[in-house]
């Protein structure tokens, strides 16, 4: 779990504490950090409730920078409410409360795509089920109706065909969880960690066997005695007012009888009789070491002080684990720590990932001396503050986003739903706000000193898939991560509205992208900057022409060694003390790339701007690279190649591109750009350093930003550091694209993995066309033909054969080159069908099933409609401006799309994928058993081609022999 994942659990946090951060060291001076009572006063959600009839509560939070609402529903059923032998009932029932209602048959989100609906998705977990979706404002009447219609007349739509196919997708959406490394540890913690009859005490998604035992009548049971208004809370948070809202929600929720009461559960927090350790085998790169205990949940005054306490030790990057264990000592690759936030009982997770080559046992000991330190002695008060800091600035950052997985709506609905208060996250701002060490200290004492689990994952063949029956037709749903659905009682006396057909929407103003203002530094940096008045932030990227593309052939892997370093080490600053800076400014400042572009990106609270780019140009400027740095980022980027090579989509992305676009071509390097272990292995200082001074310098630079600053007054601040900057020799020349691209040829490359429970199919050609021509046409039909949840390929393998929980296609475009690619994770038995379906598909497209006009108006519409909600947040502003900029587009760009749109034929739509695709010219990785699946390969019309096999007889390859070569990774 990253450091950041919490901020899907709940609210983040904030506090008005007021710091008084120690000095920075003598040699680098910077402006003091604003207390955080300065920035917390800008944390407010203010909202208005009302609460109908029939139970349903609703919270309405009006914010009128963009023209829409976030439609957010939360029902107070989860897994935990689910009794022995009906476990997986909550999820199953979030994937079939897509599938249609009685008055909006068909799938759900199809009417959703056609009125621009954007940050849509649905989840469950143990206290909760959510569904969301943010839509402009002349279509929040469809949404309403939406989601009512499935909570008050959902059942005469509910049919054994679907209930049977939605349990193939779970069942698929479960083997894609259990195929990823550590991919079965969840399970092993909740069964020790828990009693059987504790309502935690089994994991989301269930038991599959559960499932295929349920009757109709059982799931129509289920839904009848959890579902109700009664049980539910609707956040309405936009462009909208508490008045037009009641009127609103009255209309479409006021005449649903109100449910059965539910049951309230108090079960009491397990503690664990003694120690337990075991050790597990998986195909991992390194082993893992994991440290769990079950504290009390997020209303216990312990909470906080633990929450706290856990960010310290290994939240931070400059943590007690990091510190000591990654830069210290390096007896460890990565270190994690935090609490998992749950209503009855919270989740303390600590992990260590062992350094290749030392003594897991010794790490494991020295990890436990480290915690039994730490509760003994407590953190400081700088290191309480940092915390405290770090959440305030990510709250602001937060207020941007009004719904999705983490905006105000979701800040709202959780305090509700888990504390029966909206503003709990004030509260528990306050419980941050007066944490002191003492009290981090005893509460670690009092429940971390109890019986602790500990499970190590070690390197090692698993045991044999146990394959589950269902499937006629990221995990999710664990102790540790949510179940995503993509990836009779009283007659009401509300007079019932009319439900013949989906409310009209009304005009959709085209999106107002910000003007963008351009000056130029000094030196001839370029600046383009657009205004936004949503959050006292501004944001700055530092963007180098560069990207995974510059890397020499013999050095690949290298650009993302420089990014890894750059906030190791300054001439004047340690890693640890560049750390420790960013937490007291709130600030955060990111470095990485992609093939094309190296970015430095700063976020900042305007109050700690001027010492935020400080920090920013000593790091861009002035790089150590020491040695000892060099050698532990090594390392790392090693350790990530190792799990690379364990990981299904890894090794399909590293594989194809070189396959396609050949390996003397820029693009035909792994998707990851972490290069292999011979060239990592060999890159050293110097080539560090001359990578930075020659494509990380001031001539290949270009800086965007968006904040709440005025434009002149930002770019002064910018000419301070970096107008002068005239970079060390001279700059890298322009990347060579003119390594000639092998011409398509139809294959299937399979990489054997064995006891796969999935095969990972990855499909792609290179196409006549470069990432500056104009695409939009293409990118319209390849949403219909693959690229989004609607489309023809995803339905046909998720919704009607249940093989995969889901699978897409993709035009990827860069500076250079486009390529176009097919992902499909399919479970094992259907690996050679699936391949073949997909392959109809396209076929059957560019042949006599082209588009139809019902599929190419609700293109239209969605991508017309969704342009007000794509930029709500300043990182969408920001990364509009800069593909506009790589690929020559006006600044305008994105105002102009919805007449192009608009414009679009049917044949012009099929006419953009019949020139820009060729069925036949698909190479196709395939990642599974061999074992299972050769002899459904070997059924297809194509020659395959075998890596990483021995069979038992010469006939591994369908034309020619194995080829294990490592030049072919």
Known sequence: MSRLSRSLLLALSTTALTIAAPALAEHHKSPKPAPVSELVDAVDIPYEEFTLDNGLKVLVHTDRKAPVVAVSIWYGVGSAHEPEGKTGYAHLFEHIMFNGSE????????????????????????????????????????ALFLESDRMGHLLGAVTQEKLDNQIGVVSNEKRQGDNR???????????????????????????????????????????????????????????????????????WFGAIPKGKPIPELSPELPTLEAPIYEVMKDKVATTRIYRNWVVPGLNDPDYTPLDVGMTVLGGLASSRLDNIMVREEKNAVSVTAYVLPFVHGSLVEITADVKPGEDADAVAKRLD?????????????????????????????????????????????????????????????????????AAVKAAMQKWLTRPVLG?????????????????????????????FYMQNGEAGTVMAPDRSQLPPVGDIPNVDFPDVETATLSNGIKVYFAHRDAVPMTRVTL???????????????????????????????????????????????????????????????NPNLDASLDLMADIVKNPAFNADDIERIRVRQLTAIDREESDPLSIASNTLPPLIFGFEHPYGRGLSGNGTKETVSSITRYDLSAFHQKWMHPAKATIFAAGKIDKQQLVDKLEMRFGKWKGEGKAAPAKNFDAAIPDGEGRIVVVHRPNSPQSMILAGQVLPYKGSDDLLT????????????????????????????????????????????????????????????????????????????????????????????????????????????????????????????????????????????????????????????????????????????????????????????????
Request: avoid cysteine; hydrophobic fraction near 35%.
């Open 543 to 605: 963007s180098f022409n560069a990207g995974a593309s510059a890397d020499s052939a013999d050095k690949l892997g290298l650009q993302n060694f420089v990014t890894a370093i750059l906030e190791e080490g300054t001439t004047s600053l340690t890693s640890v003390e560049i750390a420790e800076q960013q937490e007291r400014l709130g600030a955060n400042i990111s470095i990485g790339g992609g093939r094309d572009r190296t970015d430095v990106d700063l976020s900042a609270v």
């Open 103 to 142: 008055n909006a048959p068909g799938d759900f989100f199809d009417p959703l795509r056609q009125i621009g609906a954007t940050d849509l998705n649905g989840t469950t977990w143990l206290d909760r089920t959510n569904y969301f979706q943010t839509v402009p404002t002349s279509a929040l009447d469809v």
């Open 455 to 483: 499970i190590t994952v070690v390197p090692g063949e698993r045991e044999e898939y146990q394959e589950v029956g269902a499937g006629i037709g990221e995990r999710t749903g664990v102790l540790t991560a949510p179940a």
């Open 181 to 251: 490394p550590y991919g079965l540890v969840g399970y092993r913690q909740t069964e020790l960690l828990f009693p059987a009859d504790h309502p935690y005490g089994h994991d989301t998604i269930g038991s599959l066997e559960d499932l295929e035992a349920a009757s109709l009548d059982d799931m129509k049971q289920w839904f009848t005695d959890h579902y109700g208004p009664n049980n539910s809370i609707l956040v309405l948070a936009g462009d909208i007012d508490a008045a037009t809202a009641k009127t609103k929600v009255q209309k």
């Open 369 to 437: 001396e480290i915690i039994a330190d730490f509760i003994a002695n407590g953190p400081t008060q700088d290191e309480v503050q940092r915390v405290a800091t770090r959440d305030a600035a990510a709250r602001i950052a937060g207020l941007e986003q009004v719904g999705g997985f983490s905006g105000k709506a979701v800040a709202l609905a959780q305090g509700e739903l888990y504390s029966d208060d909206p503003e709990h996250y004030k509260k528990e701002l306050g419980r941050l706000a007066s944490t002191t060490p």
């Open 778 to 969: 293409l990118n319209a039909a390849n949403e219909i033909l693959g690229g989004n949840f609607l489309s023809r390929i995803n339905m046909d393998l998720r919704e009607t054969k249940g093989w995969s929980y889901g699978t897409r296609n993709s035009v990827v475009r860069g500076e250079d080159r486009v390529f176009y690619t097919m992902r499909a994770p399919v479970q094992t038995n259907q690996t050679g069908p699936a391949v073949a379906a997909i392959d109809a598909q396209v076929r059957s497209f560019l042949g006599d099933k082209g588009v139809t006009a019902a599929e190419l108006e609700r293109t239209v519409n969605g991508n017309v409609r969704e342009l007000p909600g794509q930029f709500e947040r300043t990182p969408s502003i920001l990364g509009q401006m800069q593909g506009d900029v790589m690929l020559g587009r006006p600044s305008n760009y994105a105002e102009t799309v919805a007449d192009k749109y608009k414009a679009l034929t049917t044949e012009d739509v099929n006419k953009a994928m019949a020139e820009a695709v060729d069925p036949d010219k698909f190479t196709w990785v395939i990642v599974g058993d061999v074992d299972k699946i050769k002899a459904q390969l070997d059924a297809l019309d194509m020659p395959v081609e075998y890596r990483g096999y021995e069979a038992s007889d010469t006939a591994v390859n369908s034309e020619g022999s194995s080829d294990d070569s490592a030049g072919n990774d």
